[in-house]
């Protein structure tokens, strides 16, 4: 595509991968408020959903990073006119990510009440936390495979094949999720939130088939293991242990926010689940925005054209801080609806709304930092996002949070830490774009 930077060809990137980006936390979201609504035990139920949900996520997204690897390295190769070189990389990525994925299963399962009560879960939140996870995990590998594919389309402009994919695996999810946690008269018992579980890793298994199927028919890139491996590989790895360490630190955010959430209470973890995966909706929307950024950055730094690198810069703080106040505009016309989807428990709904303004206000703070955040992936700068990421949850975060709970704030503590964490992600970012290419931009 050309790199011409208007809102239709940003929009030709952005609108699908916002609506492929939205998909994971739409599947959150559903197992949240049709868990929040069963017959029994539906706050522990949801607590114990926010849980596990929230160690997946950890290890999805320490894991996960080969996405954005691989598309920096792809996409770079495109705007050089290079693809060839680095064509057989994906498929030796995909086999490393998803034998590690393998080795993660084998080594938490047997752990997976000790590593839950590291998230002060106990009790009936705790049993339920372990039998979801049991079966939850088994579809860590598929997810793998089809975030490093989804990277691969990306380093190739296109995501619109993500968003097919993305479409179909939570259609399939959302109706399984109905299917198997109410069940069906005569025809499926209810399976409560182990229901929920199973219905999140057909959809995967599904998602991981559909991806294998559009890479091999729509690109010339084989999923054919080859070797010697490619010359990149060493860069490659470089690039995923950089962002390893950021996701560890990423994690430990919200690992201390989860663990203070559950240590308030039943009803807090239970609102602090709903809040925190409106906030996960309301960032991958964004991210839509921010994958356009990381797919057009890589092309051209790879075009060495800092001219249009610094405008595609500019114009999409503009489209990021819009759909920002968008989303606080429409979550405050739904405020005092939003919470009712997930439960009906009036101790955890008086908790949510609480905080659920925090979560608003951060929407436009949200956005700045995650279009920066990936566009310095796209152009392969991960060593200063991972120096950036644990200096803002080491020095800002986990201090603030301490000194906030220290003050008895609860859910405001874990939510005001979140927003200063952002503001200190997002704008040291803008200051050392600026700095590495605005001399660069004004020479060409």
Not at 173 to 192: Q, R, S, W
Not at 197 to 217: D, H, P, R, T, W
Not at 248 to 258: K, M, P, R, S
Not at 361 to 380: E, N, S, V
């Amino acid at each position: 595509m050309k790199t011409d930077i208007t809102l239709k060809n940003i929009n030709k990137l952005a609108i699908p991968a916002l609506i492929s980006g939205v998909a994971e936390p739409i599947l959150s979201l559903t197992d949240t408020a049709i868990i929040g609504n069963v017959d029994y035990n539906a706050a522990e139920s949801l607590a114990a959903v926010g849980v596990v949900g929230t160690f997946i996520s950890m290890l999805i997204w320490v894991l996960g990073q080969t996405r954005s690897a691989i598309s920096s390295i792809v996409s770079q190769h495109v705007g050089a006119n290079k693809l060839d070189d680095v064509k057989n990389l994906p498929a030796q990525a995909i086999l490393i990510i998803t034998s590690i994925s393998i080795l993660i299963i084998i080594t938490t399962l047997p752990f997976s009440s000790e590593i839950f009560k590291l998230y002060n879960a106990s009790g009936t939140i705790l049993n339920y936390s372990v039998a979801y996870y049991n079966i939850r995990v088994f579809g860590f590998p598929f997810t793998l495979f089809t975030i490093a594919i989804f990277g691969t389309f990306r380093g190739l402009q296109n995501t619109y094949y993500p968003m097919i994919i993305a479409i179909i695996g939570t259609i399939i999810n959302i109706v399984l999720d109905f299917a198997f946690v109410y069940g069906i008269e005569g025809i499926i018992k209810p399976m409560h939130i182990e229901g929920a579980a199973y219905a999140s890793v057909i959809a995967q298994i599904i998602m991981a088939l559909c991806s294998a199927y559009f890479l091999l028919k729509k690109t010339d890139i084989s999923l054919r293991v080859t070797f010697p491996l490619n010359p990149k590989m060493k860069h490659f790895a470089l690039m995923i242990l950089n962002l390893f360490v950021r996701t560890l630190a990423l994690n430990a955010t919200l690992y201390f926010a989860t663990r203070f959430a559950t240590s308030y209470g039943t009803e807090y973890i239970a609102a602090y689940t709903i809040a925190i995966n409106l906030w996960f909706l309301g960032a991958f929307i964004i991210d839509g925005y921010a994958s356009a950024g990381n797919i057009l950055s890589g092309k051209l730094l790879g075009e060495k054209n800092y001219k249009k690198l610094v405008e595609l810069s500019n114009f999409l703080i503009k489209c990021g801080i819009a759909v920002g106040i968008l989303l606080t505009i429409l979550g405050l016309i739904a405020y005092n609806f939003v919470g009712l989807i997930f439960t009906k428990d009036p101790k955890v709904l008086e908790q949510f709304y609480n905080v659920f303004w925090i979560v608003l206000a951060m929407q436009p703070l949200c956005a700045l930092a995650f279009i920066f955040d990936g566009m310095f992936k796209g152009l392969g700068k991960m060593k200063f996002l991972r120096n950036l990421l644990l200096l803002s949850t080491g020095l800002v975060f986990i201090p603030l949070l301490f000194l906030l709970d220290y003050f008895d704030l609860k859910l405001y503590a874990v939510f005001i830490a979140l927003t200063v964490w952002i503001m200190a992600r997002g704008f040291p970012l803008i200051i050392k774009f600026r700095q590495l290419f605005l001399s660069l931009s004004q020479k060409t």
